[in-house]
């Protein structure tokens, strides 16, 4: 079936590196999400991954894929105060299809 | 990059009204759009897939009758929720890609409170 698993809480201090994990159970998936929702708005993406990918990294951020274990990471370098949000992992399955999201991460950044 | 706009970004209406809820992509043609619901620290649920030009796909458990669901051109997709309750009070968000293989964007979001 169709799961997506997140642990809620994660607090970092203000420099640390932060790492939100992510596991999923539907191997057909194709492309995994992260996106980044702060109080009261909708959601950003921050980054994504094929299925084929190892890892991708955009400035601060660094996606791991292990697919065998159908794990995934979202791993920003040098948190910063303005980092603090709920980050979602997201898991499509085919073009066009819909999104499956795991139930948030709330990352906390204390200075 | 590519916008989703939404309209509008807060709502408040009484028992037994109709809302319009607008999903609009900015600068590129979109087929499918999506419309997710989120309670208040819960995560995204799919409500239903709108196609271009065809019946809406609704997820197991969302009364199409009460969300109803129009996506008229390529670039608008309406969500209207009728004769609305308190109950259905929550955050209402769209998405949609420019392509089969590019990420979804999403609009910022429409909060809906029914008093």
């Known amino acids: 079936g169709e799961d997506v698993e997140q642990s809620l809480f994660l607090s970092v201090r203000e420099g640390d590196s932060s790492v939100i994990n992510c596991t999923y159970t539907?191997?057909?998936?194709?492309?995994l999400y992260w996106y980044k929702q702060e109080p009261g708005a909708g959601l950003q993406l921050l980054t994504y991954?094929?299925?084929?990918?190892d890892m991708k990294q955009d400035q601060r951020l660094t996606v791991l894929l292990n697919k065998k274990d159908k794990h995934l990471s979202l791993r920003i370098a040098d948190t910063q105060t303005g980092d603090s949000a709920i980050y979602f992992c997201a898991e499509r399955y085919n073009q066009g299809g819909k999104l499956i999201f795991g139930q948030g991460t709330e990352l906390s950044v204390k200075p | 990059g590519a916008v989703v706009s939404q309209h509008p970004s807060r709502v408040i209406c009484k028992s037994g009204t109709s809302v319009k809820i607008e999903c609009r992509s900015l600068?590129?043609?979109?087929?499918?759009m999506f419309w997710y619901r989120q309670f208040p620290k819960q995560s995204l649920m799919l409500m239903a897939t709108?196609?271009?030009?065809?019946?809406?796909?609704?997820e197991q458990g969302v009364e199409k009758d009460k969300f109803l669901i129009n996506h008229a051109s390529l670039t608008l997709s309406t969500l209207t929720v009728t004769s609305a309750h308190p109950e259905d009070s929550s955050f209402y968000i769209c998405?949609?890609?420019?392509?089969?293989?590019?990420?979804?964007?999403f609009g910022n979001g429409t909060r809906l409170t029914v008093t």
């Open positions: 991954i094929f299925s084929n990918m």
């Open positions: 539907d191997s057909s998936s194709t492309y």
């Open positions: 600068d590129f043609q979109a087929t499918t």
């Open positions: 998405s949609a890609n420019p392509a089969g293989d590019s990420p979804l964007h």
């Open positions: 709108s196609n271009e030009g065809s019946k809406a796909t609704y």
